[in-house]
């Protein structure tokens, strides 16, 4: 017993030891590096902006405020992505105190569509060579449609007597409505249009230039970005971009700031395990084979009850499918066309349809699924392999169980009464009239309109209830 006391003793002294001993650690971490140095803190944006992305970089910058961090690097590689995704990682950066530098690298990558808002947001705006940034023009993400784009032709404006297109001041320049446009449409970029242009107000940028990126999705390479203030400086790596901004003033949520970047230690964060999980389940494809194999597993459950596994896998397939399609930009045409599908290749089991219902169903859920996510980013497309490799599995599904309805078709019949005709039984006893046979390992009550003797080979010629009615067989008798 003393011992096992000494043992706990000698545990909870640990346990306080590691309890005083982590925020002394965190204490040492905070604000600076190694031997005092500036911490910088890098993030990475590399893919669409979904909410996986912005639930990484939104906990990074709540990192960096914790750890007073000298500023953070968002390092920016995107095509475009999620409204809803790009506003919360734009709503971090705006009220963070620590500053954020976006830096559109390396050589040859972009900051499209969304990409375009978060670098407006910036604290910093910086770019490398041979990199874009514009074409931020709204997409509609629910289908309906390729006609409800902007309801005004590209590069439209206030014209003066010379024909000149202009500007005049800080007036933003006019939409002319086309006929047969999409209100709903209109809406949605006159936000983007008033959201972009208090992004450049507030960092001081070209606020005329980020509404004709909404407008006419225009787009410029880093060095025109630069001459027409649209990002604040162009370097080529990460440590010409760190000696530039050293000294650098900004402005933040906290107040002015300046940078002490010179001989900064660099700390990169890497997407923790639900940001890593919510990318994956977000992915179009994944979401696709989750929602296939939760419909197959709840059908399959439905058709062979109590077989458990399939109904257990299918309901969480179908949860996380669900769950993913929340976060995906989805065409509900193509979830419809998907669900239809799904629903006349299963009636095929249960109707007798000849294959109609079951060809019907493959091409409605071949249809759909390639419309499911159609919104113009290749990031957000169910991948066409994914796609060829359901409805080849579901056909090769549907022609199995018309082999087998073919195969058992030409086979003679195993059960039922009909089994029973023309089986060939052994008589127990000598009988007239009605006696006893015994036929498939049973014994059953039988009538015969001749004399039967013990050990005489009958052939059952029908039934009655209970009662088989038998005959001598000619060719075997005892």
């Not at 005083?20 to 905070?30: G, I, M, N, R, S």
């Not at 990558?109 to 060579?129: F, N």
Request: hydrophobic content about 50%.
């Amino acid at each position: 017993m003393a011992q096992a006391g000494w043992l706990v003793a000698a545990w909870l002294l640990l346990l306080m030891a590691g309890l005083v001993a982590a925020p002394l650690a965190q204490a040492q971490e905070d604000g600076n590096g190694d031997n005092g140095r500036p911490l910088v803190i890098v993030l990475t944006l590399d893919g669409a902006v979904s909410p996986a992305s912005a639930d990484y970089l939104v906990r990074g910058i709540e990192e960096a405020q914790e750890r007073d961090a000298e500023l953070v690097l968002l390092e920016m590689d995107t095509p475009g992505g999620l409204v809803t995704a790009m506003r919360d990682i734009i709503r971090a950066i705006l009220n963070s105190p620590v500053p954020v530098v976006t830096y559109v690298a390396p050589q040859g990558a972009r900051a499209a569509s969304a990409g375009t808002y978060i670098l407006y947001a910036s604290h910093v705006a910086a770019m490398a060579p041979a990199t874009n940034v514009g074409a931020a023009t709204p997409v509609s993400l629910i289908g309906g449609g390729e006609d409800g784009g902007p309801s005004w032709p590209p590069g439209k404006q206030d014209e003066d007597e010379d024909g000149k297109n202009e500007t005049k001041g800080k007036q933003a320049a006019k939409p002319v409505p086309v006929p047969g446009g999409s209100a709903e449409m209109r809406k949605a970029i006159n936000d983007a249009v008033a959201h972009i242009r208090a992004l450049a107000e507030q960092r001081g940028r070209n606020a005329d230039w980020a509404e004709k990126a909404v407008r006419e999705a225009v787009s410029i390479s880093a060095a025109e970005a630069l001459d027409e203030n649209v990002i604040d400086l162009i370097a080529r790596n990460r440590t010409e971009l760190l000696a530039e901004l050293d000294g650098r003033e900004v402005q933040t949520a906290a107040g002015s700031r300046t940078l002490h970047t010179q001989h900064a230690q660099i700390e990169q964060i890497t997407p923790g395990l639900r940001s890593q999980f919510l990318s994956v389940i977000a992915n179009p494809s994944v979401a696709l084979v989750l929602l296939m194999l939760g419909l197959g597993g709840l059908v399959m459950e439905g058709s062979h009850p109590g077989a458990i596994l399939p109904g257990v896998v299918g309901a969480i397939c179908l949860l996380l499918a669900l769950y993913a399609f929340q976060l995906l930009p989805v065409n509900f045409a193509g979830l419809g066309l998907i669900l239809l599908g799904v629903v006349l290749m299963v009636s095929e089991a249960f109707v007798p349809a000849f294959g109609v219902l079951a060809i019907g169903g493959v091409l409605s859920f071949i249809i759909g699924a390639v419309i499911l996510m159609r919104t113009g980013t290749p990031a957000w497309d169910v991948a066409l392999p994914t796609i060829v490799g359901i409805a080849i599995a579901g056909v090769g599904v549907i022609g199995g169980i018309l082999w087998l309805a073919i195969r058992s078709h030409r086979h003679p019949v195993v059960s039922g009464s009909e089994e029973m005709l023309g089986a060939v039984a052994e008589v127990v006893g000598d009988f007239e009239g009605r006696g006893l046979v015994h036929v498939h390992g049973e014994r059953w009550q039988a009538e015969s309109a001749e004399p039967l003797v013990r050990g005489q080979r009958v052939v059952v010629t029908g039934r009655n209830g209970l009662i088989l009615s038998v005959r001598a067989n000619m060719e075997n008798t005892t």
